[in-house]
């Protein structure tokens, strides 16, 4: 009976910690692509692999999959990277690149982010910062960049707006970016439930023993 009721407390424990974790549900940072893989549904990339390595007038429309969205720069946006690998970079080092007008609810970003030269070739140990909203704001800066550096964000709101900045010795860059859903989180109603359920099950054991 004593592992029992220890049983039931350990669930009751975990079901108040889970409701609270969802109350102060906000946008979530994620630095591993695989664990932002994990929290996310239907994802769709865009790889910029269509891009030349050339100047492009802002704001341009893309598709990540089956969602799209507008990325923008002051002074323009340029093609950057290698053959084969193209990225998405800016026209003027001191301009935000933002990522916005994202379609379907979309409320999971990502990608590789990182430094790159006016000739739009990798830079090493650079820094850049990625600024995301759905009504709230989160902030991230990745410093010693490369290629292979990954930034998400999932939110349990659409999200607004994703803005890339770099210190303005460097080129922010962006590669393979990433929208998706996050994945669905229970409502504080279900946890009602739960802990309900818990209750019940407490009283019943104490009505056996």
Not at 103 to 116: I, K, L, P, R, Y
């Amino acid at each position: 009976m004593n592992t029992q009721l220890l049983s039931l407390k350990s669930l009751a424990l975990a079901a108040m910690l889970l409701a609270a974790t969802a109350a102060q549900a906000d946008i979530t940072i994620y630095t591993s692509q695989s664990a932002f893989n994990s929290a996310v549904t239907a994802p769709g990339v865009d790889t910029y692999n269509d891009l030349s390595i050339m100047y492009y007038d802002s704001p341009m429309s893309r598709m990540a999959g089956a969602y799209s969205y507008t990325v923008s720069s002051e002074n323009g946006l340029y093609g950057a990277g290698v053959p084969g690998d193209r990225w998405l970079s800016n026209n003027s080092l001191f301009d935000p690149i933002v990522f916005s007008g994202f379609s379907g609810g979309v409320t999971a970003f990502g990608g590789n982010f990182f430094g790159t030269d006016v000739n739009g070739q990798f830079t090493p140990n650079t820094s850049v910062t990625l600024t995301a909203m759905d009504g709230t704001t989160a902030t991230y800066t990745l410093d010693n960049t490369t290629t292979g550096s990954f930034l998400g964000f999932t939110s349990d709101a659409p999200l607004q707006s994703v803005t890339l900045t770099s210190l303005g010795t460097y080129w922010p860059t962006a590669n393979n970016v990433t929208l998706a859903m996050a994945a669905p989180v229970p409502e504080p109603g279900t946890y009602s439930l739960m802990l309900a359920g818990i209750t019940l099950l407490g009283f019943a054991a104490r009505r056996r023993r």
